[in-house]
T-cell receptor, first 114, second 113 residues
Framework: DSGVTQTPKHLITATGQRVTLRCSPRSGDLSVYWYQQSLDQGLQFLIQYYNGEERAKGNILERFSAQQFPDLHSELNLSSLELGDSALYFC?????????????FGPGTRLTVT | QQQVKQSPQSLIVQKGGISIINCAYENTAFDYFPWYQQFPGKGPALLIAIRPDVSEKKEGRFTISFNKSAKQFSLHIMDSQPGDSATYFCAASMVTSYDKVIFGPGTSLSVIP
């Protein structure tokens, strides 16, 4: 158990809909990262927040947005969902702001868009 | 588009053998090279990582070898065990610009008794 929690575990929704994925980092960790893992694209970095501020932005679509709240939990919002958004979404946390701090991954949320 | 190439795609090794997974990158600005291990139904977990100022790093049965001039790095798993059966991902990133991180496509390792 990494100490990172993600909810929900599974999500099934229809095209065009909007969903919110939630992540609680390990106690004491200030950085939260979001990743998408799909069969065709592999593991891709989406976005990082550090202590409430956006720190790094990867391959995140404009239809997706994220935020980190004062209690350090984070939410990833996916809107106007398409079939291709079906994937595993992982959240990871680390204590520091830079990429060489060890990241601890949550169990993921499996999103299925029908 | 920049990418990290990883081979082989899948690997079967006998218990006690050596598992070797290779990665190659293109961007010479990358300065942090982690390896992740992922079991089915779980998130990835950091296994071992290396910076380009060293050519080798060992942690237990796991060793990273790094060749800066060739822009290649590899993971060696000594005395492979059935419990090592998992998918392994290499990655390359810039510590101060994490937005540039790229992951390899993964290697599925099966260690058979």
């Amino acid at each position: 158990d990494s100490g990172v929690t993600q909810t929900p575990k599974h999500l099934i929704t229809a095209t065009g809909q909007r969903v919110t994925l939630r992540c609680s980092p390990r106690s004491g960790d200030l950085s939260v990262y979001w990743y998408q893992q799909s069969l065709d694209q592999g593991l891709q970095f989406l976005i990082q927040y550090y202590n409430g501020e956006e720190r790094a932005k990867g391959n995140i679509l404009e239809r997706f947005s994220a935020q980190q709240f004062p209690d350090l939990h984070s939410e990833l919002n996916l809107s106007s969902l398409e079939l291709g958004d079906s994937a595993l979404y992982f959240c990871a946390s680390s204590v520091g702001p830079s990429g060489d701090y060890e990241q601890y991954f949550g169990p993921g949320t499996r999103l299925t868009v029908t | 588009q920049q990418q990290v190439k990883q081979s082989p795609q899948s690997l079967i090794v006998q218990k006690g053998g050596i598992s070797i997974i290779n990665c190659a990158y293109e961007n010479t600005a990358f300065d942090y090279f982690p390896w992740y291990q992922q079991f089915p139904g779980k998130g990835p977990a950091l296994l071992i990582a290396i910076r380009p100022d060293v050519s080798e790093k060992k942690e237990g049965r796991f060793t990273i070898s790094f060749n800066k001039s060739a822009k290649q790095f590899s993971l060696h798993i000594m005395d492979s065990q059935p419990g090592d059966s998992a998918t392994y991902f290499c990655a390359a990133s810039m510590v101060t610009s994490y937005d540039k991180v790229i992951f390899g496509p993964g290697t599925s390792l099966s260690v058979i008794p």
